[in-house]
Structures are given as C-alpha cells and as structure tokens.
T-cell receptor, first 110, second 115 residues
Framework: DTEVTQTPKHLVMGMTNKKSLKCEQHMGHRAMYWYKQKAKKPPELMFVYSYEKLSINESVPSRFSPECPNSSLLNLHLHALQPEDSALYLC?????????FGPGTRLTVT | AQSVTQPDIHITVSEGASLELRCNYSYGATPYLFWYVQSPGQGLQLLLKYFSGDTLVQGIKGFEAEFKRSQSSFNLRKPSVHWSDAAEYFCAVGGYGGSQGNLIFGKGTKLSVKP
C-alpha cells in the first residue's frame, strides 16, 4: 500500500479564517513533507518532518504552521492567508529516497 | 548548484506513437532520479526511479527511462502512447540534504495526445 490521504479535497476560506489541512499515511514512513503547487508549476517544498521533528522550513511565512502529532499524521494549520496562497497543497511521505504523494487539497483564499 | 531541466514545455503526440520526454540534471555526485506523472488537479504518481545498477529502468504504465551519465540525462520513453497518458510529467533529482530525500523538480512537460 503506497497511499497517502489528504483531507479536505477542496477548501475555500476567507483571509480571517483559521483552517487546517490533514495528511495521513500508514506505510511506516518516517519523513513527511508539505508542498505548495501553483498552476502550471512544479511543487515547491515548504516543510519536512523527520521522525516527527521539523527538520526543514523553506522560509515559509508564519501564517502556515505545520504540526506532526505522530508518525502517521501531518497537519498544516492556516491562519490569515492571502489570496496569493491559493494553490494545490500536496503532502508526501518517504522511507528512503522515493516520495509518495497524496492527491492534494485545492485551497482557495477569498 | 543542483538543477533539473526539462527542455520541452509541451509535447503533442498521436495515440499509438512513441514518446520520449527529455530530462537533464546537474548534480555533483551520483543522483537519485525520478519521473512523476500528474493528472489535472491530482497528486503526483511515481512512474519510475533510478538509484544505481542497470541504467535502463522499467516503471509502471509501460514507461521506461534510461540513465546516461555522460549526457547527464534521464529521458522517459514509451513505445506506444495511450490517450490516458495525457498529463504533466515531472523529472526530479534527489539525494542532497541528508536522509530526507529532498527532491528538486524540473518545470514539467505537458503531454497532449491526439486521437
């Protein structure tokens, strides 16, 4: 099973809202990732968790707050987002070098 | 600096025709190389990977890729394209940044398939 699940599939939020994206994997992978993907662009790395600890933050604005409650779950908390934050947010997990991606959450900020 | 170049932004092929998508990389050591496919609004699916060994690797959906160190290339091929192959294809290189397997993606090649 190489499945990474993400909820919700779609999210529309206002600039003053607080929302969260959720990612789950049961492959025993110990590294998990958040990516942001704008239309017609490759994914851009946002955060990396390794063994439930944040290991990489690619200078992401503080309105994005990641959380890894356990080895299977990864959350991305959103607060006071801007319209330019509208994008597809992808979660991935990896055991070694190969990453497996979830289907993404399509986020629209109004 | 590490980088991945996909020279073709958009390719159109006829159904049943052969396909080759180009990928060139710049990396200081032996790279880990990947091809991913993305259908509109979907996540990325791993097609195949190269870590070491046989330079011709087979993947899912009938795809293969050949690693050529002398040309710093990892081109993706398929002998006969199906309409369902229409999608965005990303080449990626990994292996830096410790054990997390961080990836550097190319800008992608959009494949359209003519009936």
């Amino acid at each position: 099973d190489t499945e990474v699940t993400q909820t919700p599939k779609h999210l529309v939020m206002g600039m003053t809202n607080k929302k969260s994206l959720k990612c789950e994997q049961h492959m025993g992978h110990r590294a998990m990732y958040w990516y942001k993907q704008k239309a017609k662009k490759p994914p851009e790395l946002m955060f990396v968790y390794s063994y439930e600890k944040l290991s990489i933050n690619e200078s992401v604005p503080s309105r994005f707050s990641p959380e890894c409650p356990n080895s299977s779950l990864l959350n991305l908390h959103l607060h006071a987002l801007q319209p330019e934050d509208s994008a597809l947010y992808l979660c991935a997990s990896s055991r070694a070098r190969e990453q497996y991606f979830g289907p993404g959450t399509r986020l629209t900020v109004t | 600096a590490q980088s991945v170049t996909q020279p073709d932004i958009h390719i159109t092929v006829s159904e049943g025709a052969s396909l080759e998508l180009r990928c060139n990389y710049s990396y200081g050591a032996t790279p880990y190389l990947f091809w991913y496919v993305q259908s509109p609004g979907q996540g990325l699916q791993l097609l195949l990977k190269y870590f070491s060994g046989d330079t011709l690797v087979q993947g899912i959906k009938g795809f293969e890729a050949e690693f050529k160190r002398s040309q710093s290339s990892f081109n993706l091929r398929k002998p006969s394209v199906h309409w369902s192959d229409a999608a965005e294809y990303f080449c990626a290189v990994g292996g830096y940044g410790g054990s997390q397997g961080n990836l550097i993606f190319g800008k992608g090649t959009k494949l359209s398939v003519k009936p």
